[in-house]
Each structure stands twice: as C-alpha cells, then as structure tokens.
C-alpha cells in the first residue's frame, strides 16, 4: 500500500511543484523577440490537427511523433487549415531568413511561419518549450497540455552553430550518436561535427583502406573493443542529422593524431615500419610522412569516399597538434590537403593553426586556444579566414565543471556553467570582429568519456550555453536570465531521462 501511495504522489508533487503554464520567456536560445499575450492560452486536445503540407509535411510528422509520446493524443497530421497547430512556409517575414520563424499563439490556434524548413523546425523546438515539462516524456502523461499566449518571431545571430563529438578516443555507436542529435536539436544546433579518427582509432570504413577500421578501429583509450561505422551506419547518421536540419562535419585529423593510420598500414611510415596500436592520452607524437607521395593518394583516397558520404559543404582536416611534424613540412603539408579537398569539391575546415599555412579563402579556421590574444589568427581574420570559436577555457565540453567532476581533463581549466556561458563570439578575440566570426562549436573530447551518461553530464548544461551565444541575440546575453531559463530546462532533462550536472549555479 505504501509503495503504492508513494507512486502515486510521485508524478502528482512533480506536476504541482511545476507551473501549470511554461513562460514564453523561459525559452532557450532566448528568442529575437518574444510578446507573451496575457491570460490568453492554446490548449492541446486529443483530435488537435497539425496542418502541415509540402515541405512540412515532413516536420509536422516530426511534431507529431513528438507530442504523441507524452500526451497519447491522436494528433491527426493533415492539409489545409483551420483551429489547431499550422506549419506554414508562406507568410513570414524574409527577414527571419532561412532558419527563423514567427509563432503566434492564440486561443485557437498556434501557428509557425517560415520561409524555409529549417526555420519551422526551429519554431517546433520552441514550441516543445512552451508545453509543460512532461511533454517529453517517453510515457502517457496526464496532462493538460496549455501553451501560453503571445508571439515569438526569432532567428540566429550566426550561421554556424555546432558540437563536435570524438568517436576515436572512445568508439561512441550509431545511436548514441542519434540521441546526441536529437538533443543537439532542442537547442536549435545546426553542425555535428565528427571526430573520426585519432591516434587511438579509425571510425570510418575506407573501402580503399580496409584495414583503417578493421585493424585501426580495434581498440581505444584503455584497451577497449574500440568499433568503427560501416559506411551504412554513417549514411543512417547523415540522414538522420538532416532529418533534424543538422549538417554531418566529418573530420579526419591529419598531420598528426594518425598512430591508428599508421599502425594499419606500413607503407605510410617514413621509416616503413608500422607502429603499435595506442590506447593510451598522449598527443602530438605521430605525423604522416610529408615527403612520400602515397600519403597524398592515401588521403586522396579517404576524402573522395568521404566526400561521396558527405551532403554538407565541409570536410573538416585537423591540422592540431602536429608536434611530431617540422613547421615547414606542416605548411607544405595543409597546403596540399587544403587542395585535394577543394577538388572533390568540399570547403575545408581545420584547427586554427592552419594559418600557419596558407588558408585557402574558403578554409574556416576553429580557434581552441585559452587566450583571447592569438595575433596570427587575427592576422589571419584579417586577411579574411573565417574563424569558428571553440576556445577551450569555454567551449570545451570535456573540461570538468570544478575539481570533483568525475570525469573530463582540466588543461585548460575547470568550465562552470557560468564561465561557458560569460563570453561573447563577437567580440572575443582580441582584434577580430563579429564579420569574421562563423560561428561557435562547443566540442566534446572522449579520452574519459565512455559511455551516453558521460557525454550527456559533460554537455548538459553548458551545451545550451554554447548553443545560445550562437542563437540568441548580443543584446539578450545575461547570465541571470540566462541561468534562471536554464533552470527550468532541468525538468525537461529528467523527462527525457538526459543526465545532467547539477550545477549549483543553475539549481540551487
Ligand atoms: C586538445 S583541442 C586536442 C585533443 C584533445 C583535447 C583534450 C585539439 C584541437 N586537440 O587532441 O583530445 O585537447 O581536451
């Protein structure tokens, strides 16, 4: 009888403890503008239609999948128009571009206007934060489902909004890798970038280079089974991220962090000798060799079928820590890969120190440093590379939050929530502006990082700090309102089963 008792007022002191009507202004990215209509709300019911046709139709199916799980509701997805929740492509403002939206919410009916997909999608993510917390959970829940009255028109201060998982230093499966881009999507992330390979493993099948994942897939940081994707499981990952309007950066990091390369394949050694295997942290102690002319059709090679994988415009290079590389042969090196990638088409990404090279004009270059000083890549800037930012005393999701985090490292400090989110891209390198900013990538390393529960602590929840500094406007950036909105993400999180940090800065 008590076990019982105790089940039943479970669900109901969590229902009551929560508001009966999410706020318009909790939502996070903080939206461009947000008018909440007093006293006014929508209220869903169990035949509410979802109007959605041609290119929503996909969405409205999405929504409705959504909205299915926790409220049991039939949710019928139909054309035309009328009282329910309309998806339209028509109507909205050119200014909210191609990934914004405006929603209005009235007694009757919530509607999203966007010019493109990508920006309904973006209005349903929002709308998701305006339904009660327990809309996201896996099970029937009681409801009622009230959405607040008012209108958000919203879209993105920069184009490039992204997080970057390393599959290498621990093997992460297919649909850890689906989970995390469904969690990308809430905060309206628009770039998984992929670490494939590293000195620890080869993730990616190469039918040129079999034994790169069939031999340098074999094992990980601590001696592990490792594991790598078929090419099928890669094309259900690409697709999958499409479906959630995120485009796939594939990175394969070269000159350096290629000990699985190289222990798969002799002839890529200076010396002809394959080294072992490594499952060890260490960085910066193995390098291609420059000066043989098959390590250009090795990477010829990786990038044409890398390339036929990839629907995105960016192949991402690496190009960190190529200690075990003398500069010249580094400089020699970038230049020519930068090459090999523009002729199969694609634009190159690579770490910063690709301006120690020569950047191609469409090479971005992804700044990691700690400094807010690095004159040679604002020189760069200035000479018009595009920079992604990811400094690491900020944006780097395996940095533990404070000394007894369990997990991550701490090179480049301890990363609250507070520090993650206290920094503005436009304006943070020193002498680089807004125009030359592309974006930010909050990345997430794995040499402690094994399982879905470790990535889910390390990214939530600095991930939606990052993914707000690349949304929201300059003038929304407040840590207070910031860190209360988060606060009220943390009830979602536990519906969703998403295992956060409970950052005493956030919940206190
Ligand atoms: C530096 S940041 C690296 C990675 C490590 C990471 C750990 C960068 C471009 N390279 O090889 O995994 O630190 O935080």
Request: proline share 7%; glycine share 10%; aromatic share 10%.
């Amino acid at each position: 009888v008590l076990a019982v008792a105790v089940a039943l007022v479970g669900p109901q002191a969590a229902t009551a403890a929560a508001p009966a009507v999410s706020s318009m202004r909790d939502v996070v990215p903080a939206p461009l503008t947000v008018k909440p209509a007093g006293g006014t709300t929508f209220t869903l019911r169990p035949g509410t239609p979802i109007f959605a046709s041609g290119d929503a139709r996909d969405i409205g199916g999405y929504l409705a999948g959504v909205l299915r799980r926790s409220t049991g509701y039939r949710l019928p997805v139909v054309s035309g128009s009328g009282p329910g929740i309309s998806l339209l492509l028509t109507g909205a403002d050119p200014s909210v571009g191609d990934e914004g939206y405006r929603l209005d919410v009235t007694s009757k009916a919530v509607v999203i206007r966007a010019q493109r997909p990508a920006g309904l999608f973006a209005g349903v993510q929002t709308l998701r934060q305006l339904l009660p917390p327990a809309i996201e959970s896996a099970i029937v829940r009681k409801g009622p489902w009230v959405i607040a009255g008012g209108q958000i028109v919203d879209r993105p201060r920069l184009a490039y909004r992204g997080a970057m998982l390393d599959v290498a230093r621990h093997f992460h499966p297919v649909g850890t890798v689906l989970r995390y881009i469904d969690e990308l999507a809430l905060y309206k992330i628009n770039h998984l970038h992929l670490h494939l390979t590293d000195d620890q493993g080869w993730r990616i099948a190469i039918d040129s280079w079999p034994r790169l994942s069939a031999y340098g897939g074999s094992t990980q940081v601590g001696g592990g089974a490792g594991g790598y994707f078929t090419k099928a499981d890669y094309a259900r990952i690409v697709a999958y991220a499409k479906s959630r309007y995120i485009t796939v950066v594939p990175e394969v990091d070269m000159p350096g962090h290629v000990n699985a390369a190289l222990a798969s394949y002799a002839e890529l050694n200076c010396d002809g000798k394959a080294p072992p295997l490594y499952t060890g942290i260490d960085v910066g102690f193995s390098s291609l060799c420059v000066s043989k002319e098959i390590t250009y059709r090795f990477i010829d090679d990786v990038v044409r079928e890398l390339v036929a994988l990839t629907p995105g415009p960016y192949l991402h290079i690496g190009g960190d820590e190529a200690h075990a590389t003398k500069p010249d042969d580094y400089a020699t090196f970038m230049d020519r890969v930068q090459k090999i990638v523009a002729a199969h088409g694609k634009s190159a990404l690579a770490w910063h120190q690709v301006v120690n090279a020569t950047p191609l004009p469409s090479t971005v270059g992804q700044y990691w440093g700690t400094t807010r000083s690095a004159p040679d890549v604002a020189a760069a800037a200035g000479r018009g590379t595009k920079l992604l930012l990811s400094p690491a005393n900020k944006a780097y999701l395996d940095m533990k939050y404070d000394p007894s985090t369990p997990l991550g490292l701490s090179w480049a400090g301890y990363v609250e929530v507070k520090d993650a989110y206290d920094w503005d891209p436009g304006a943070y390198l020193d002498g680089v502006s807004e125009s030359s900013v592309f974006g930010v990538e909050a990345p997430l390393w794995t040499e402690t990082i094994a399982t879905l529960a470790d990535i889910e602590y390390m990214a939530f929840p600095r991930l939606p700090a990052i993914a707000e500094l690349g949304w929201s406007p300059a003038s929304a950036h407040d840590w207070t309102s910031f860190r209360a909105r988060l606060a009220t993400q943390g009830p979602r999180w536990e519906a969703q089963g998403i295992n956060f940090y409970r950052s005493s800065q956030v919940f206190p």
